[in-house]
């Protein structure tokens, strides 16, 4: 009888679920179009990058033309810089990239694997302006580490040395966005699996 609950439940569960992310109301576009032959997995990195590519051209080389061009040398408004970086890009991420992400998508769900969080409420969007923050301060410490190698070894810093531009600050943001994704879902996968275990022990009961 005990089983038998548990089971129904289980079942109401992944239903549920499928029911919230079905192809159906994503409506993926353009299935017999040009697009719908690149593999997602190459679409969705595309457009993450170019989006971190274009809130380094709208934020850092735009507020830093305000500032009065070279901003590198000052720490206050690099770090002002870097800030405005995160917002925008959290911003732009939860009501942008994510959305268009899950438009994109298949019935394989692959959306999944290249969002950190999306569930289309307000919180959603304070949620990806935090981990915007880590995404950006992680990539600026980058660059500053990687300017300062070039600067000690060859004696300057190279593409950075007037400050970095926006392919370069896309992919570098791309490669810790998609870092921190996969161990969420390292994490994720380790605690369903560990879950899944325990139901399977409760049943057998």
Known sequence: MKKNKMDENIREDEEKKKKETSPEEIRPYMK???????????????????????????????????????????AGISMILAIVLALFNGV????????????????????????????????????????????????????????FALDQTIGNAGPFENGVEPILCGIICLIFDLLFIGIKD????????????????????
Not at 41 to 58: E, L, Q, R, T
Not at 138 to 143: D, H, K, Q
Not at 186 to 205: D, F, G, H, P, S
Request: charged share 20%; with cysteine; net charge positive.
């Open 32 to 74: 017999q179009g040009f697009l719908s032959r690149i593999p997602y997995s190459v679409k969705a990195i595309f457009m993450k990058w170019w989006f971190f590519g274009c809130g380094c051209f709208f934020v850092l080389w735009g507020l830093s033309n305000f500032f009065g061009g070279d901003t590198s040398t000052n």
């Open 92 to 147: 732009v991420t939860d009501l942008m990239v994510d959305n268009l992400l899950l438009l994109m998508d298949t019935d394989k769900r692959e959306s999944q694997w290249y969002m950190m969080f999306h569930n289309g409420k307000l919180y959603s969007l304070f949620i990806n302006i935090v981990y915007s923050f880590l995404v950006t301060f992680a990539s600026v410490i980058t660059i500053d580490l990687i300017a």
């Open 186 to 205: 390292l994490i994720v996968y380790y605690v369903r699996k560990k879950k899944a275990k325990k139901t399977k022990e409760e049943t057998n009961v």
